[in-house]
């Protein structure tokens, strides 16, 4: 999949693309199938909201589900990243968010390359994610809130919110919010929420200022994300577990574009179970590792 000279002034300009419907039915069905079964294990990558059995978030399921090892290795979630950096990419984090029915509890204010930069000390915010919906998302059951053009700011000043939810991360606070959306255009286009059916994907800059809703509808909101890093530019330290931010920086080799109808073969590394190493952490700074 490659994207076209006004789709890439329009990421520049906008920070992200949409894609409603990219993926069929067919495909978007067999992903979602083997999400119960992933959400009901009882394993440190699955997060649960905050005082709920819900799961926020399933981390690294490529390494252990073949669906979601084809979905880490597509050409139409990884040829347009790769195109944009022009070079290789590894896998830095891989989530199935599942903001539930009735329980989908807010992700705040923040930038993703903020929580990257502070916690995996990755150089620069050459990386980026690619998301796609499991479910029809709508306005009731917590779309994705961008402001557009937000990514043109850099990095801006967070903060470690290690409360508001189950998983912490490095939120913006309210002022610059206000000060990025009236600059975005205020209440005519200064926040965004693309919508669409299951199947749809989006591309969206790291340096994106981004946040969701709570999920006070009977829909489920069920979304993979995959951040890619180019190669060059991966991370330094490893103070969060191997699930949350990968260690493995060797370059995303593609399947054929129909690997989610057809039985490819795929590695699984954590079929028999996550290694002791993937919760081990450290502070130390990395030595270089050879690309």
Not at 28 to 47: F, G
Not at 115 to 125: A, C, I
Not at 224 to 249: G, T, W
Request: aromatic letters at 10%; one cysteine or more; proline letters at 7%.
């Amino acid at each position: 999949m490659k994207l076209s000279k006004a789709q890439i002034e329009q990421f520049d300009r906008d920070g992200y693309l949409f894609f409603p419907g990219l993926f069929t039915p067919e495909e978007t069905q067999n992903l979602n199938a083997a999400v119960p079964e992933l959400y009901a294990r009882r394993e440190a990558y699955n997060v649960r909201e905050k005082g709920k059995d819900a799961v926020r978030t399933n981390f690294a399921a490529h390494l252990y589900s073949e669906p979601f090892a084809k979905l880490a290795r597509h050409p139409r979630m990884i040829e347009p990243v790769q195109a944009l950096f022009g070079e290789k990419l590894y896998m830095h984090q891989f989530k199935i968010n599942g903001k539930m029915a009735f329980e989908g509890d807010v992700w705040q204010w923040h930038q993703d390359y903020g929580t990257w930069l502070n916690d995996d000390h990755m150089p620069t915010e050459r990386a980026m994610n690619v998301a796609i919906f499991l479910d029809d998302v709508n306005e009731y059951n917590g779309p994705l809130m961008f402001i557009p053009g937000s990514h043109r700011k850099g990095v801006v000043e967070a903060k470690h919110d290690l409360t508001t939810t189950s998983y912490p991360l490095w939120t913006v606070d309210n002022d610059l919010i206000r000060q990025l959306v009236t600059r975005a255009g205020g209440k005519d286009g200064g926040i965004v929420s693309p919508k669409g059916p299951a199947g749809s994907m989006i591309l969206f800059h790291s340096c994106l200022v981004h946040a969701s809703s709570s999920n006070l509808s009977p829909f489920n909101r069920v979304s993979v994300y995959l951040s890619l890093c180019a190669v060059s530019n991966h991370i330094r330290r490893y103070k969060r577990p191997e699930y949350i931010a990968h260690r493995d920086f060797t370059p995303i080799e593609c399947l054929p574009d129909d690997c989610l109808l057809k039985p490819y073969p795929v590695d699984l590394p954590w079929k028999d179970g996550m290694p002791a190493s993937a919760l081990q952490t450290s502070l130390e700074e990395l030595a270089e590792v050879a690309a």
